[in-house]
């Protein structure tokens, strides 16, 4: 069966292949794959006999529906849902894809089209008409309102300024971040270490200012019993630790 190309200008392969589906009234869902791959051949055939450039696109896409035609004839591949898997099925949905944008396309021109038809006078109001303001009636706007009911207004919304403040969160103040010279609170636990032989753990934590220093004193503590510089003793569940220094003097 003969095919006559009429070689008109495609805006790219997905515009060719549409133009073959609609001229051969196919089922975009079920493209015989074969037919289509044979024509949109011999469309590129006659591009490179009538001397017209073929530009990648066109030579990518003809490689993708002779993929596409090989894997027709093979046994179909089942995914993991155990359904079969159609090689057509990435091709037809990019042929979706572009027919909505080319109809999309087509919408928007044929509203330019029609915007390009539409005139519209300028403003040629006189400066009276320009310049007028309505008058305002404020008693009409007022009403029956009077100043005892504009006060009960003006208060219920007080009030419910005040119901919105939150009575415990409102009283918090600003959380501000303690600075520690770590350094600093080393060398003084490790003096302090040095100076006694032997010391409880808790009069030691006496010394500290907040809760900062209490954790980064317990943390030096633990390091120095790691190095062995210091052992550390407990008579009994929550009793004392009482703590031996090995550099004492």
Same mark, same amino acid.
Do not use: C, W
């Given at each position: 069966m003969s095919?006559? @190309?009429?070689? +008109? @200008?495609?805006e790219g392969p997905l515009?060719?292949?549409?133009?073959l589906i609609d001229k051969n009234q196919i089922d975009i869902y079920d493209i015989p794959i074969v037919t289509i791959t044979e024509q949109y051949m011999e469309?590129?055939?006659?591009? +490179?006999?009538?001397?017209?450039? @073929?530009?990648s696109e066109f030579l990518v896409m003809a490689a993708t529906l002779m993929n596409i035609k090989c894997k027709?004839?093979?046994p179909k591949e089942v995914n993991e849902e155990g359904e079969e898997e159609d090689p057509r099925a990435e091709l037809v949905e990019k042929l979706l894809e572009y027919k909505m944008y080319k109809y999309m396309a087509y919408e928007l021109r044929d509203r330019q089209?029609?915007?390009?038809?539409q005139w519209f006078r300028q403003k040629n109001l006189p400066k009276e008409v320009r310049d007028y303001e309505m008058p305002i009636d404020f008693s009409n706007l007022i009403g029956d309102t009077t100043l005892v009911k504009l006060n009960e207004i003006f208060q219920d919304l007080l009030k419910r300024q005040e119901d919105k403040v939150d009575p415990i969160?409102?009283?918090f103040g600003n959380i501000e971040k303690e600075e520690i010279?770590?350094?600093a609170k080393t060398l003084f636990i490790k003096a302090y270490i040095r100076e006694h032989k032997t010391f409880s753990f808790k009069s030691l934590l006496e010394k500290q200012s907040s809760k900062t220093e209490i954790i980064v004193t317990f943390l030096v503590i633990l390091e120095e019993m790691k190095l062995g510089e210091i052992e550390i003793e407990q008579d009994g569940t929550f009793g004392d630790i009482m703590i031996?220094?090995?550099k004492a003097s």
């Open positions: 095919l006559e @190309v009429k070689l +008109q @200008v495609f515009d060719l292949l549409m133009h469309y590129i055939n006659a591009m +490179q006999k009538e001397d017209m450039e @073929v530009t027709m004839l093979l089209m029609d915007a390009g038809l969160r409102s009283k010279d770590m350094d031996t220094s090995r």
